[in-house]
């Protein structure tokens, strides 16, 4: 089992800055691909940013590149969502989750698909105000 608890969500203008954070526990391997999702009132759960154990591997949805870095720290079992010039759009609760078995290589594809990411964490609430 593997828990996952996120945290620095809030209530932010645009244009402002915000950092994420996402705490592993429980059982850990060194073929982890760590993921941030989100999801909006009203709309399906969309990937954000997802990261191999290395950090060799980083992709990111269109709406967020440039603005979004996805980062972790192993040693402390914790993956980053660094969030800078937000916008209203922005707004959602944000997820993060983790794939535990990911296949040897694998495209940007995979990684966008939340079936198959094994554990998530409750969430944390990202609003964003015009």
């Known amino acids: 089992q593997i828990q996952l608890v996120e945290s620095g969500g809030g209530l932010v203008q645009a244009g402002d800055s915000l950092r994420l954070s996402c705490a592993a526990s429980?059982?850990?391997?060194?073929?982890?691909?760590m993921g941030w999702f989100r999801q909006a009132p009203g709309k399906e759960r969309e990937f954000v940013a997802a990261?191999?154990?290395?950090?060799?591997?980083?992709h990111y949805e269109d709406s967020v590149k440039g603005r979004f870095t996805i980062s972790r720290d192993n040693a402390k079992n914790t993956v980053y969502l660094q969030m800078n010039s937000v916008k209203p759009e922005d707004t959602a609760v944000y997820y993060c989750?983790?794939?535990?078995?990911?296949?040897?290589?694998?495209?940007?594809?995979?990684?966008?698909?939340?079936?198959?990411?094994?554990?998530w964490g409750q969430g944390t609430q990202v609003t964003v105000s015009s």
């Open positions: 429980g059982r850990t391997a060194s073929n982890y691909v």
């Open positions: 990261i191999t154990r290395s950090g060799g591997y980083i």
């Open positions: 989750a983790t794939d535990v078995n990911p296949p040897a290589y694998f495209s940007g594809s995979y990684v966008t698909s939340r079936h198959n990411y094994n554990y």
